[in-house]
């Protein structure tokens, strides 16, 4: 009686999902949208990994949607799945150091608890052209851990 068109989880949730659905099949019925990863300050972004599973488990394309503090969506991805979209109501992104550009996080959706330019431990690129979609925000490119991107050599400490 359970047909879900899409799951929306926490990525580790997911990642632990699909690892039961491989080991058990049938545990969900066939998928026919979409999985939607939420992730977050001081979690892990999607890996390319993450897709390839997803997609071998779910058979459906993978969104990731970054979350705030307060839990509201800063960042989202397209079906061009070339970034995710920046939603500047919502916070403001900025970079910090000059070689390993680390992800800064200001909310502006969250009065109870502010935060200014909190580290979030995430490397990323800012692309400004029109994307794939025909959307003009701002997205984030390359989102992963910043220590991930350290230890393989891809950036240098500053």
Known sequence: RFRPEAIAAPLALLRALAQLQRARTG?????????????????????EADRDSFWQVFQVPIFEQFLGFD??????????????????????VEFAGQRDTELLLTSLT??????????????AGLERRTCGCGRDEPRLTGLAS?????????????
């Open 110 to 123: 969250d009065l109870r608890y502010p935060a200014l330019r909190v580290g979030t431990g995430l490397a």
């Open 146 to 158: 910043l220590e991930g991107r350290r230890a393989s050599g891809i950036c240098a400490a500053d």
């Open 71 to 92: 839990g509201r969506v800063v960042a989202h991805e397209c079906e061009a799945h070339d970034g995710l979209h920046i939603e500047e109501d919502e916070a403001v």
């Open 27 to 47: 545990v969900l019925p066939p998928l026919t949208n979409a999985v939607i990863a939420f992730t977050r300050v001081g979690e892990d972004p999607v890996t």
